[in-house]
């Protein structure tokens, strides 16, 4: 008989839920296949929280201000400080056009940054949307739709064809079912999942029907620590190395000019206190690159654009730039980043029967094929047709005998 835990201990991952025969499951869950009454429910809600994932919540005026913080936008405002406050002298006004005109690019820079990464940067609001919003589950000792958030360990739920699952749970007794696991291991094609076998949040039902015990839920699903891991990753590229690398540079050497400009055109040449002023926000203003983080942040966000209408998380801007630097891109044989949706590329098809050509192969391959199942393959091969109604055109199917690795064959 398994030892008995709390539920603070099922909560910090002490047991291993997904390996344990399932009636140690029940009762390390302190649960039956009768489900959860509302009220335990509520109180395991308070222990396990709600089923979604956390959104990281920061403040829009910080971060709007946090694109000002760095060494070249320091020098920026530096000039932009001396030219109205210390360049009022010999009865001349501050100079305001230098003043407009360098807030204004920091403004127009900060902008286009802070409005990009806002879109395209919250990945777990993004990875939420792959996620069940209701499901079927067995509370009281009745069966009702709820909203996915209140699941806990311990509930039973339902899965069947088209559901998306709502959280981790491992599967009970009844017949196997296909799961479509793509959104995260980027396999195409469905797994059989059998009684006993763990199903994952945000995977999707594509065959049957059975009940499951939830086992976790929110960060503490194998989905949800995926969008933690993407959500708090914050090391700094080498862009941004780079950028902090040219103003450091920028400041030391605008720093030693001015300093060398200070000693020669006082003490030595005793210029007016206005005209010396003007020469140093000359040096100042022209010492650095000031378009430069516009025109980063232009190019940034055009691509950030593109990549998101692609479906792409973009998390930061400058990540663009160093996936544009890669030479080779290592990826596992699951194709994480293939689109999952199989086609079929018709000049590959070889025919070696005579008389008959490769529309009349495909046809036959269609024909060989089933929707109702929701079978990847079967779709692809259906959908490559003109009319998917011509698979069963003029047919009548007597009996269907299903693909198997030992023949290979269907009839």
């Known amino acids: 008989m398994a030892k008995a835990i709390s539920l603070e201990e099922i909560k910090n991952e002490t047991v291993d839920l997904e390996k344990i025969p399932i009636e140690e499951v029940f009762e390390q869950l302190k649960c039956t296949r009768e489900g959860l009454s509302s009220d335990e429910g509520a109180n395991r809600l308070q222990i396990f ?171 503490h699903t194998f989905f949800g620590k995926a969008a933690h891991l993407v959500d708090s990753t914050n090391n700094v590229g080498h862009f941004q190395k780079v950028l902090t690398a040219i103003g450091n540079f920028c400041i030391c050497s605008i720093a030693v000019g001015m300093l060398v400009e200070i000693v020669v055109m006082y003490p030595i040449q005793h210029r007016k206190y206005r005209d010396g002023i003007d020469n140093l926000l000359v040096l100042l203003i022209g010492g650095i690159p000031i378009a430069m983080p516009t025109v980063l942040s232009v190019t940034m966000a055009i691509g950030s654009h593109r990549l998101s209408q692609q479906g792409a998380i973009t998390k930061r801007m400058t990540a663009i730039e160093e996936m544009a630097g890669m030479d080779v891109l290592c990826s596992d044989k699951t194709g994480t980043l293939t689109l999952n949706k199989l086609s079929v590329d018709k000049t590959l098809v070889e025919v070696f029967a005579k008389g008959v050509d490769k529309e009349h192969v495909l046809l036959l391959a269609a024909r060989a094929s089933r929707v109702e199942n929701q079978d990847a393959i079967d779709a692809c091969m259906v959908g490559m047709l003109a009319d998917p109604k011509e698979a069963r055109a003029g047919i009548r199917e007597v009996h269907f005998l299903p693909f198997n690795p030992v023949d290979k064959e269907l009839l």
């Open 49 to 219: 929280g709600p089923n979604k994932l956390e959104e990281k919540k920061e403040s829009k005026i910080l971060k709007f201000l946090g694109f000002m913080w760095n060494p070249l936008s320091w020098v920026m405002e530096a000039a932009a400080i001396m030219a109205i406050a210390l360049a009022n002298g010999d009865g001349k006004p501050p100079d305001w056009q230098d003043f407009v005109g360098i807030v204004c690019l920091l403004v127009i820079n900060s902008t286009i940054s802070f409005i990009e990464e806002n879109n395209a940067g919250n990945a777990a609001a993004a990875l939420m949307a792959g996620l069940a919003p209701k499901t079927k589950v067995l509370r009281d000792g009745r069966w009702s739709e709820q909203e996915a958030s209140i699941l806990v360990p311990g509930d039973i739920i339902s899965v069947k064809l088209g559901d998306i699952v709502p959280a981790d749970a491992r599967l009970l007794e009844g017949d196997p079912l296909k799961i479509d696991q793509s959104a995260l291991t980027g396999e195409s094609l469905p797994v059989t999942k059998n009684p006993g076998d763990e199903v994952f949040s945000g995977s999707t039902c594509k065959q049957g029907e059975l009940e499951a015990v939830v086992i976790a839920t929110g960060v």
